[in-house]
């Protein structure tokens, strides 16, 4: 069965951090990418790892946070530095068999696998 749970979510303050895991069971994905959802607006795709660890960003976040993974725990992350009240959202993380890259990685309709999502709000 295969599970995605997201945790660390909160609020902060703008210019502060929150780190977000996301803890997978069930398999051990390809790909995983974190996603998020602001009342009103689309699902945006913020970051994506390959499998041995490369990294795309949208250009939104790229040089403020940070995607990682550790493979012997099925653990998922996300650093946020330097947050912004646009960063307010709630933040999902998802997961594909596929080896993706590039930009299309960070399209939500290639995902099957979701978490329920952990809510992020800065002020």
Same mark, same amino acid.
């Given at each position: 069965h295969v599970q995605l749970v997201e945790s660390g979510g909160g609020s902060a303050l703008a210019g502060g951090s929150v780190r977000l895991s996301c803890a997978a069971?069930?398999?051990?994905?390809?790909?995983?990418?974190?996603?998020?959802?602001?009342p009103g607006r689309e699902r945006e795709g913020v970051a994506v790892i390959g499998?041995?660890?490369?990294?795309r960003?949208?250009?939104?976040?790229?040089?403020?946070?940070?995607?990682s993974r550790d493979n012997a725990e099925?653990? @998922?992350? @996300?650093?946020?530095?330097? @947050?912004?009240p646009d960063d307010t959202a709630m933040y999902y993380c998802a997961a594909s068999?596929?080896?993706?890259?590039?930009?299309?990685? @960070?399209?939500?309709?290639l995902y099957r696998y979701w978490g329920q999502g952990t809510q992020v709000t800065v002020s």
């Open positions: 069971s069930g398999y051990t994905f390809n790909t995983y990418s974190w996603f998020r959802q602001a499998s041995v660890g490369g990294a960003y949208a250009d939104s976040v790229n040089g403020r946070f940070a995607i099925n653990f @998922l992350y @996300l650093q946020m530095n330097s @947050l912004q068999h596929y080896p993706y890259g590039g930009v299309i990685a @960070l399209t939500a309709t």
